[in-house]
Every structure is written in structure tokens, then in C-alpha cells.
């Protein structure tokens, strides 16, 4: 029987699971990335990519406080695990003057270095190659801000955690048996595994299978991204492309987030634009998620996404352009879930909102915290992370 066991191998699972081995016996059972979304039949998760957006300065100071801490034990994880995944290329905010006031607020506060331009436009003094935002202001985040590749992040947290002594399974739990003394986790493998303490860290997927006896309030939404493929050489003119955030609405599609030039599995270097689009749709059950993931219509407002990178970047050589689909899974207060569900035996981590990658490590730091001694431990007030009652 394990001390711990951690239902959910994403980016919070793991952080989690590392944390929780340097305190028990630990076990993580997670399904691995499916070989082809659109012929996978099991679960899918928001964390396949190889680009998230990590920064300190948000609209909101709790973020921001969890993303501070996860960037500084960024470095430690990269030496110890020999992995590395994090790229701080600096991030930028383009907003109006209502849109950009709390994430200035936050960055005084807080100290975050950056610069504030009254006028977008003057960002191109830095960086030439982006469009002109005259009517927009924009905060430039310096470095360690940039982005973090959400694989690398994982297999340098499951590294650690092995060498710590998790065991890691790849398999789905199905069903949960709660017990006097234990829990016995039923997996669609047909093995149990036993622990004395859970924590469920699955992402989009916490309301699936039987885990749970009352669900969480929880809205999964799809999300479309583009892709867009450029030479070698274009990469290389704009290898000082910061990460940008752009808060504005073109055409159908508004709060656009974009990568700069990253190397993908398939050899190949894109460009990621995403964004919200007026077809996004709550995702209810499994199958929906599924659905969406494999064969969703991402491509809708492809011509859309295209224009809007042309703003962006009006002078860009792409070879050619695709979309991708994720999961968000938003949670009622706008924070993770934190939470215990069953004392001394049942906890939850999940609810990303669409910014936990970046602070995947406090996440799962917070939650090993409180799984461990059965009670919430850090100065920040459990509530902002608790359960809707
Ligand atoms: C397109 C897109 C762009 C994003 N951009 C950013 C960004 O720029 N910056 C940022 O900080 N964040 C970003 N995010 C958000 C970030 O990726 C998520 O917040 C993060 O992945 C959440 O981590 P998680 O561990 O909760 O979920 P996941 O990473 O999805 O992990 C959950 C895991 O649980 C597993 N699981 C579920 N159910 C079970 C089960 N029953 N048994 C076993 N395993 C199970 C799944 O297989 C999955 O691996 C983005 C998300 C998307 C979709």
C-alpha cells in the first residue's frame, strides 16, 4: 500500500507527485500522450504542446504569486533533471487602458520588472517586426517571463519523482473504493492499487469515471489554436519575439495568445496563434471532450486566425497554416480547486483556467502540502483555492 497515490500524470499531477515522493511512498497513474488525437480512444489532456505562456505579472496577484513561485524553482528542476523547458524570451501585453491598469497594478506591486509603453506602436523600436497598435498601451515583461514546453516540464517532474522513488503506471482509474483504513483505486486495466491518500489531479477529466461522488463545478470549454509553419530562416529574424498576450477582438475571434517561433516533434518550427472563438462550446461529458479532440471543426475561422497573425506580424513567411484543439477547464471562483474532498483521504488539484502551466509547481506544491499533513499549510488563504460549498 502506498502512502500517496496521484490520480492525473498533467502538469500538476506530476509537480505534485514529485513533491508528495519526498515525503512516502508515492504512486502516479496517468495515461500517456495518445500517438494520434484523432484515432485515440481514451482521455485526452490541455497539456500537448510544446509552448505555454509563463509570466508573473497577470491581472491578478494570486496568479501572480503562483507563478513567481513556480518560475523560481524553474532552474532547479532544469539542473537536477538534466531537462530543459524553460525559454524566457520575455512576455507582452497589448490591451487598452482599462485592459492593461491591473496588470500594472500588479506588476508595481509587485515589483515584476517590465516596461509600460503608452503607445503598443513603440514596441516596435525592440521588436521590428510586429504591427503597429497605436490606439492600444502595452507592458513588456522582462526574463526569467517567456514560455515553458508543458512535455519538457512533465518528464523533468516525472524524472525527479522516479528518482525519489514514484512509481509512475500508465493507466486510467475508473473507480475509487473508499475504505476505513485506505482507498483502493480500480484502473480501466483491471488492476487495484491501494494508498492511504489520494489526489485527483485530472484536469478536464475530474468529473469522469467514478471517482468522485459529487462532481465539481467545473466548465471544460474547447479552444482552437493555429499553427503557423516558417523556414529556418524566419524563425531566425524573429528569434527576439517575445511571448505576447494581444487583448482584443478581431473579427470572431478576441484574447489572442501567441508563441513565438518553436521546434515541434515533427521536425518542423511554427508559429502558435490562439484565441477564444465565437464557436467555442462547453464541453459537458467525456464523449464531447473526446469528440471535440479528435475531430472538432478548429478550422472555422482558419482565414480569421490568419488575419489576425497578419496583425501581429504583418510581414510573416509561412509555408502554410493548421489548427489544434485543447481543453480549458474553468473553475467557479477562477482558481484551481485545492481542496480536500474526504479528510485524510480524499484531495483535489485541478481547474487550470487556462494559466496553470506556468504555476503547475506551486499548484502541485500546494496540494502535496495539504495531502501530506491532511490540513492546509501555506500563508495564502486556502479559500481563494477552496471547493464551491
Ligand atoms: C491551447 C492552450 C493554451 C494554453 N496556454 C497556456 C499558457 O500559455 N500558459 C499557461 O500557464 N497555461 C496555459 N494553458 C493552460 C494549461 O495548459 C493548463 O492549465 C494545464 O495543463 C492544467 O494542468 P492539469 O494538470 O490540471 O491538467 P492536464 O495537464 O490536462 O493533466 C491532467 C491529466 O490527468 C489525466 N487524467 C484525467 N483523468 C484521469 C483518470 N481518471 N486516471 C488517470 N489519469 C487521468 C489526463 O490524462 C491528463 O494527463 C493552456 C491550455 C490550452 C488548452
Redesign the pocket.
Known sequence: MYDFAV????????AAARYLSQKGSTLL???DEPANLETHRG?????Y?Q????REIASDSVWAELARRSIDVYSELEQQSQISFHHPVGCVYIANEAGIQPYKEVANERSVPHQFFDHATDLQNDFPFLGSFDALSAISEEAPAG?IN?RDLIRAQLELSRTQGTDIVA????DLEILKSKVKIH?GNDTVYEAKRILL??????N??N?LEKKLELRVKS?T?MFAKVPEAEAARLKTLP?LILDKAIGYLDDF?L?PPILYPDGNIYVKL?ANTAADSTLVTSRDMADWMRKGKSNMFLDNFKEALAQLLPDLQAESFHT?R????YTKHGK?YIDEILPKQLYV????????????DAIGQLAAQMVEKARWQDTLDPELFALPS
Open positions: 490520480i492525473g500524470k498533467g502538469l500538476i499531477g506530476s497513474i496517468g495515461p482521455i485526452f489532456a490541455s497539456h504542446d509552448g505555454r505562456i509563463t514560455y508543458p493507466e486510467t482509474a475508473i484502473t489531479a485530472t484536469g478536464a477529466y475530474a469522469a469515471f471517482l479552444e489554436v511571448s495568445y508563441l490562439g489544434g485543447c481543453l480549458i477547464t484551481p488539484a485541478t481547474g487550470g483556467n487556462g494559466s496553470a502551466a506556468k504555476s503547475s
